[in-house]
């Protein structure tokens, strides 16, 4: 049981390109989060779906789009990186709400 | 909106201390209050969840309650221990996602 996987663990990109970061979950759960960890700041959400087929704004939604694939999978893209967007990246899922949330490894990104 | 605040931002205690995190929440109408844990540069790994109907959750040496008038929770650390040494942070939610507060950072000294 992996629980919720996120790829790639670490990534560089330069000011203006693209990327998706993918994140997986094998707990048959129905909502999935995407939160951005930076120092001083704490957790934000960025994005979530609370089932599969819908998706909703976060606190930081601006410069990133999401895609719930399936139930599985739930993606995060960043169309023309920032310095900005240099952040540590999570994912996260749980049942629904009341419910004990759970999350990835996460993903470090650097933005040059 | 749910506010979610953790006081202190910090905390050093000798080994084998017992020892007391505070979370403080604006919104009394949370559906749950959970508690992480984060060690550095890895992910959260969650301790303890409280459902709305619940006082307290026990898990070791870990016990977490949950006040909901007055807005609080607290979760108790037992006889601290080296490896305990970690971040913790607590977050809430009613009908909306986790919001979390931004964590007290225990150091506990052998």
């Known amino acids: 049981n992996a629980g919720v996987t996120q790829t790639p663990k670490f990534q560089v990109l330069k000011t203006g390109q693209s990327m998706t970061l993918q994140c997986a979950q094998d707990m048959n759960h129905n909502s999935m989060y995407w939160y951005r960890q930076d120092p001083g700041m704490g957790l934000r959400l960025i994005y979530y779906s609370a089932s599969e087929g819908t998706t909703d704004k976060g606190e930081v939604p601006n410069g990133y789009n999401v895609s719930r694939l399936n139930k599985r999978e739930f993606s995060l893209r960043l169309e023309s990186a920032a310095p900005s967007q240099t952040s540590v990246y999570f994912c996260?899922?749980?049942w629904g709400q009341g419910y004990e949330q759970y999350f990835g490894p996460g993903t470090r990104l650097t933005v040059t | 909106k749910q506010e979610v605040t953790q006081i202190p931002a910090a905390l050093s205690v000798p080994e084998g201390e017992n020892l007391v995190l505070n979370c403080s929440f604006t919104?009394?109408?949370?559906?749950?209050l959970q508690w992480f844990r984060q060690d550095p540069g890895k992910g959260l790994t969650s301790l303890l969840l409280i459902q709305s109907s619940q006082r307290e959750q026990t898990s070791g040496r870990l016990n977490a309650s949950l006040d909901k008038s007055s807005g609080r929770s607290t979760l108790y650390i037992a006889a601290s221990q080296p490896g305990d040494s970690a971040t913790y942070l607590c977050a809430g939610s009613g009908n909306t996602p986790l919001v979390f507060g931004k964590g007290t950072r225990l150091s506990v000294i052998a």
């Open positions: 996260a899922s749980r």
């Open positions: 919104d009394s109408a949370i559906y749950n």
